[in-house]
Each structure stands twice: as C-alpha cells, then as structure tokens.
C-alpha cells in the first residue's frame, strides 16, 4: 500500500493541489464519518474488504492511463488530448486516496495487505497511436462506462450518507473519464493514418462486445446482497437492472 502522506511540504502541497480537484476532498468526510456502531462486525469486515479493492481498482487504472498517456505523447497527440488523460490519472490517483480514507473510516488497514503490483498491461509492437486507441477503447470507454452503470447502483442503494457521497464523487469523474474515451477514440480514429491502426480496429471490432457482455455477466454474478451492503460493500439482486 503506497503511503498516503509526506512530512515534505513541498510535495504535501502537490497532493493538496490533486485533493482539491475532486467534488469530495478527503478532509470533507472527516466531520462524517459512518457511525459503526449501527453495523455489525461482519458488515464492517466485508466494507473493509471491498474498499480495499476499490482501492487496487483505482491505481490499476493510475497505471494503465500512465500507459495511455505515454503512447499519446509518442504519437505527438494533441495537447487537449495530453491534457484530458493527464486529468484523468489524476483523478484515479485522488480515488485511490479517497478509497483508503474509507478504509481508515471503517477501522484501518492493520488487518489487510493490499498489494499494488503487477497492473500493467501487456506490451504490443503495435504503433504508439495503435496502443492508444486500443486502451482508449478498452479502458476508457468499456471499463469505465460499465463502472458508470455499477457505481449508479451504488448510489441509489447505499443508505449511510458518507457513503453515498463518495459514490457520487466517483461517478460523477467515471462519467466524464467514459465521455473523454469516446473523443479520444474519435480523434485518433481521424487524425492517424488507417494502415496504423486497422490491426487494433479490427481486434477491438471482434471483441468488445463480448467482453461488454463477460463485464455485465460478473457485475450481476457479484450481485449477491448481503453483509456490509449499506456501506457500499455489495449490490443486492436487481440493483443493477433498477
């Protein structure tokens, strides 16, 4: 789990400037936190568990526009282009923190390792725009427009305010994060020439609807209710369809 202070005040005042950025800055929730003391121990326990994956979720994808950004910057992409993706890895970082912070609310990290390795995608010998139009299409549109549709659940279904309120910071970004994938798809789609990028066009126009319906059919196989679900620890059955 990366650290998510610094004594160096130079470096707390970058962190200040990306905390800032968001509609729910991590010292919002100081003054409201859940009270536990209306939640059992399992409840707690499974919130615990499922915030900590949210957090691996969101530096995944810290990782992967990382990626994206550098195939951008190698393609001499636009700066809007440049601009938007630079935004938005700062905005999964901000979620990485928020997420941890809602780990703290629920009782802390000393009962769970989290381990942050291993995110990235595999490399390709594709051109660099080929490699950004692939995760554009894949993460940007795919991932975060089916996270859209999960995170709405969330937020129609989770009863604890403090909860609720940073589901609704999180979608609110995932929905910009899925409309900026749609307009960097289309910029790369008209800006590089058709011999670049048929190879992942023609990959992506094979598979993507699959795997749409492979990332639906998991969202509803967890859809199970349970322990933890007004804390934001799981759907119930029908969440999804509502």
Do not use: K, N
Not at 51 to 71: C, D, F, M, P, Q
Not at 103 to 126: C, I, N, Y
Not at 140 to 158: D, G, K
């Amino acid at each position: 789990m990366i650290e998510l202070d610094t004594d160096d005040p130079i470096l707390a005042r970058f962190a200040r400037d990306l905390d800032a950025q968001g509609s729910f800055g991590v010292d919002d929730g100081l003054g409201v936190r859940p009270d536990l003391e209306r939640f059992s121990a399992e409840d707690i326990e499974h919130a615990q568990l499922a915030w900590s994956h949210r957090v691996l979720g969101e530096y995944r994808g810290v990782v992967i526009y990382t990626e994206l950004l550098a195939a951008l910057v190698e393609a001499e992409a636009p700066y809007p282009a440049l601009a938007a993706v630079h935004r938005i890895i700062g905005d999964e970082l901000r979620h990485s923190r928020l997420c941890a912070e809602v780990v703290g609310w629920l009782g802390g990290w000393e009962s769970l390792h989290l381990d942050l390795g291993g995110q990235r995608m595999p490399r390709t010998d594709d051109p660099p725009a080929a490699r950004a139009l692939e995760i554009a299409a894949r993460e940007l549109v795919l991932v975060e427009e089916e996270s859209v549709r999960t995170l709405r659940a969330h937020v129609r279904t989770a009863e604890e305010p403090s909860i609720r309120r940073v589901f609704e910071s999180l979608l609110r970004d995932e929905v910009r994060h899925a409309v900026a994938g749609r307009s960097l798809v289309a910029l790369i789609e008209r800006s590089y020439p058709e011999s670049e990028l048929a190879g992942v066009q023609a990959r992506l126009h094979a598979r993507l609807p699959e795997e749409r319906r492979h990332l639906r059919e998991q969202a509803l196989a967890r859809a199970v209710g349970g322990p933890g679900r007004q804390l934001g620890a799981r759907l119930a059955p029908g969440d999804l369809e509502a």
